[in-house]
């Protein structure tokens, strides 16, 4: 009686390998192993992650007194820059009577014109 079982399994057993091998489905290691869709999100994401790269990301506001006479903290310069440091620096001086607004653009972390202090530390603060 165990005979007929022993012989039972292993004809079951061959069957179902018979059966694998006849779908041509083989077992694959690596990146071979993964589904397609799976290497259309790798594609997806690297392209996003390019895209990325131009977006202004990085920012950073410094708030400051511009004249000695004046509290609070009106004055303010903010960085939006890219990961390759491109992108412009805002700033707006708030007097007693007046307020006045700069826009400075910045390529490479650096800039043509002269930046004030204020500036130059919101493009520190906005670097990774």
Known sequence: MDIAALTLAVVALAVALGARR???RRMATGAEALPEDVHGLRQEVAALRA???DALRHLAVVRYDAFGDM???LS???ALLDDGGDG???TSIHGRSE???YAKSIAGWTCDQQLSP???E???HARP
Request: proline share 0%; glycine share 16%; hydrophobic share 40%.
């Open 71 to 73: 509290g609070g903290h």
């Open 76 to 78: 303010w310069s903010l």
């Open 122 to 124: 919101a493009i520190e």
């Open 99 to 101: 307020a006045r607004t």
């Open 22 to 24: 006849g779908t041509g």
């Open 88 to 90: 412009v620096v805002l």
């Open 118 to 120: 204020e500036e130059l």
């Open 51 to 53: 895209e990325a790269t």
